[in-house]
């Protein structure tokens, strides 16, 4: 789902509960002055007799929108970003097959990629590198330096939010180029085995 459109839909629905709270406080509030005004014209105490207290009606009301809001922000990357990070990396694995394609079409003489002197064949790490956009290479860099590296400590060597580094993450690991590893409330996060293989 679109985050825009996702946002659109739940401040909708949190709109739609404010307005009809609103509603229902204020009616239980001119229910309660009529029968104040009806009992003082008899002279007695009504109180007892009207419903609900409109206190109730607005503490309802704001819990229900703070549930509603407070749940969609705290699932909000994971329900948002997965057509995003499934655009990416459709859009990646392309450009990593054409770049393929190109390099099988390539006579096997000319090693060397023209114009920055890369060897694939002696350095296909970098080959690897240099096809992906910038910052997907500041998430995988520190994933083949050090093996393992929590999800924090790549957050902060990255110098990327959270949700950032989380969809980046997933990005990578749906193209198979890492793993992770669930360890308490964080991740290990390690290069994939066919990573490693094309580093070593």
Known sequence: MNRRRADTVVGGLVAAVLIIGGVLSWQAYQQQQAFEQMGSMMGTSMGAVHGTNPLWYVLGTILVSVVIGGGYLMVRDDVTSTEAVDRQGSDVSDQIDQER????????????????????????????????????????????????ITQIELRDRSDFSKSKVSQTVSALEKRGLLYRERQGRTYR??????????QS
């Open 101 to 148: 394609s190109e390099f099988e079409s390539e006579p096997s003489t000319q090693t060397a990629q023209p114009g920055n002197g890369i060897n694939p064949e002696t350095q296909p790490r970098a080959r690897v590198l240099d096809l992906l956009p910038d910052d997907e290479r500041r998430i995988l860099e520190p994933v083949l330096s050090s093996p393992g």
């Open 189 to 198: 996060i390690y290069p994939s085995d066919d990573l490693k293989q094309t």
